[in-house]
């Protein structure tokens, strides 16, 4: 029960987090572009074993999807 409470506020603050930073990144909606910005925030808020490159990429996408 105590990993399920982190686990999603982790998940809240790291949305939270990046909802606030559109106020001061200019996101392109291109990870390749966005990648210096969004991999600072999503290796902070990131387990270890879902930190891949396909996982990046989807939250990447959902990310650009929830603020456009």
Do not use: Q
């Amino acid at each position: 029960m105590c990993e399920n409470l982190v686990k999603l506020l982790n998940d809240r603050l790291f949305s939270y987090v990046l909802k606030r930073t559109t106020t001061e990144i200019n996101w392109t909606g291109d990870l390749r572009k966005d990648k210096k910005y969004f991999v600072t925030y999503f290796d902070l808020f990131c387990p270890t074993e879902f930190n891949t490159a396909d996982f990046r990429k989807k939250c990447h996408k959902d990310f650009i999807d929830s603020v456009t």
